[in-house]
Structure formats: structure tokens, C-alpha cells
């Protein structure tokens, strides 16, 4: 997580791109993340809250769609290094554990009430739902910090949220995650003397279908209490001869970096090293 292009912005920062932020006049039946974003007049941007905030990357994607990120929580010291040096100044990078965050107290601290924040977002650590890692799901300290987002959510009560997690989590052991985290967004919440609840969907993408040179795909569970749906859209990119514009290459995105310089003595010496190192050991 200490690459500001992360997972979460592929896939999401072309979509938000496409989004109109546009407020004003919206029907909560409507269908698209910006229309979630309920209640504000179009010269106020839509605010939203940064959960496992990493490097960046999809905060960036937010901001770049129009949201006013007020808070980005994260925990590993040289991440927020990173958040401090290229987040807007609006944004407050708090550096502390998630489980140490409380939502009355952050909404007290940022002067908003419960039920003001548009969306909250993030990315719950997924070491243990990836393929990669061994799979421990719930059970593992780093899988529970699926419920900590969820807390959050619940304490805060935004209009939308947004959680990205590796695709794996899709299927891990017959969809209990999936079933985990959206029954918990499904439980009623006591608020101004009525009760509400988050209505969930979800879908794995693929970032390569959203105009970026690389197949990258993440599962996207989407939230709102608005009483509206949410649809997912539509791929603009695909396989050449199809309707859509082409799949973005590598190519593509190299062609325009200036010539690279020719390589010093030093480059020239270390790779003859590693060349010898690979001829020896196979790596």
C-alpha cells in the first residue's frame, strides 16, 4: 500500500471520472455514486470519510470526482507520510489504530452531525480473503477489521459507503464474508426515532474494462440508506472489434514517457550482476 496507484483507484477512479457531480434536484430512486449523494445543493461538493486509507489511491479517485474527503484514517506511519504530502489540505490524515476511532468523536471533531457525511470509504485489509494469503477469513485479526469499517459505517451514518477488497472475497467459503458484511449493513438502526438500514450490492470488476492497461479485478460492495438502488456501470472498454473502445495497452501508456537516458556504469554493472545471479541460482 505504499504506491499511490493503488487497486482501489484502477478500478474506481475511471468510474468516478465518468460520474456528474451534480446535486441538486436528485430523486433518491436514481441509480449512480454520485447520485447517492443526497440533499446538497450543487455548490457544495458531497463529503466523504477515508477508512484503511493505504497510500491514497482512492482518495484521489474521490477527489478527482468531486468529493471533499474531511478525513483519511490510517495506521502505518510512512502511508500517512505519503496521505500528508499529497492529500488537499482540507483532508485531516489521522494516523491511529481503527479500532481506536469512535465515530461520535471524529464527527464531533470534523463539526459534522450523525447522518451529515455523504459516503464513507475504504478498503478493510485483505490479506486474509486473498488467494495469496491463507485464507483465515473472519477468524484472522486482519479479516475482523471488515467489522471495524462496518462499526464505522453504523456509528457515523453516512448516505452511501463504498468498500473494496480483493476478489477472493467474493467466494470465500460459499460467500460467508459477502453474507457476513451484508446482513450487518441489513441491521436496523435507531436514528431521529425511526429506523434505517444500508441496502447492499456488489460486483467484482475488472480495471482493464475502465480504461486502464492492466486486468485488475476487485469486488466493490456498495451501500446506501436512501432507498434508492445502486447500478454498477457499464464497461467502456473491451476487446478489439467489439462496440466498445479498445482495451488500453501497456504500449499505449509507455509511448508517451520521454526517450530513456542511456544507462551509467552503475546500472550497467549491477545488471551484469544480476544476469550472472539468475544464470547461477535459477532467480
Not at 93 to 115: F, P, Q, T
Not at 181 to 198: C, L, N, Y
Not at 212 to 232: L, P, T, W
Request: with cysteine; aromatic share 6%.
Amino acid at each position: 500500500m505504499c504506491a499511490v496507484t493503488t487497486s482501489a483507484t484502477t478500478v474506481f477512479l475511471p468510474m468516478l471520472k465518468r460520474c456528474k457531480v451534480e446535486v441538486r434536484n436528485i430523486r433518491p430512486a436514481r441509480s449512480t455514486l454520485c447520485q447517492l449523494n443526497m440533499t446538497r445543493r450543487s455548490t457544495i461538493r458531497p463529503t466523504a470519510i477515508s477508512l484503511f486509507s493505504g497510500a491514497g489511491g482512492m482518495d484521489i479517485g474521490f477527489e478527482r470526482a468531486g468529493f471533499r474527503t474531511l478525513a483519511a484514517i490510517e495506521k502505518d506511519p510512512s502511508c500517512c507520510k505519503t496521505l500528508r504530502e499529497n492529500l488537499p489540505v482540507h483532508t485531516r490524515v489521522i494516523e491511529a489504530d481503527i479500532r481506536d476511532i469512535k465515530g461520535d468523536d471524529l464527527l464531533s471533531d470534523l463539526g459534522l452531525e450523525r447522518g451529515e457525511v455523504d459516503v464513507i470509504y475504504g478498503g478493510p485489509p485483505c490479506q486474509s480473503f486473498s488467494l495469496a494469503g491463507k485464507r483465515r477469513g473472519l477468524e484472522d485479526e486482519r479479516g475482523m477489521l471488515v467489522g471495524e469499517f462496518i462499526r464505522l459505517v453504523h456509528e457515523i451514518l453516512p448516505r452511501s459507503f463504498v468498500m473494496e477488497n480483493v476478489k477472493g472475497m467474493a467466494n470465500w467459503e460459499g460467500g460467508r464474508v459477502l453474507e457476513f458484511i451484508e446482513e450487518s449493513f441489513a441491521d436496523p438502526i435507531i436514528w431521529k426515532g425511526r429506523q434505517v438500514h444500508f441496502s447492499t450490492t456488489h460486483r467484482v470488476l475488472d480495471a482493464a474494462d475502465f480504461g486502464v492497461a492492466q486486468h485488475r479485478e476487485r469486488i466493490f460492495i456498495v451501500g446506501n440508506r436512501m432507498a434508492g438502488s445502486f447500478k454498477f456501470p457499464a464497461p467502456t472498454h473491451g476487446a478489439s472489434g467489439s462496440i466498445l473502445s479498445p482495451f488500453v495497452t501497456s504500449g499505449d501508456v509507455l509511448a508517451v514517457l520521454p526517450d530513456a537516458a542511456a544507462p551509467s556504469e552503475v546500472a550497467l554493472r549491477v545488471s551484469g550482476t544480476i544476469k550472472a545471479r539468475i544464470a547461477a541460482h535459477g532467480y
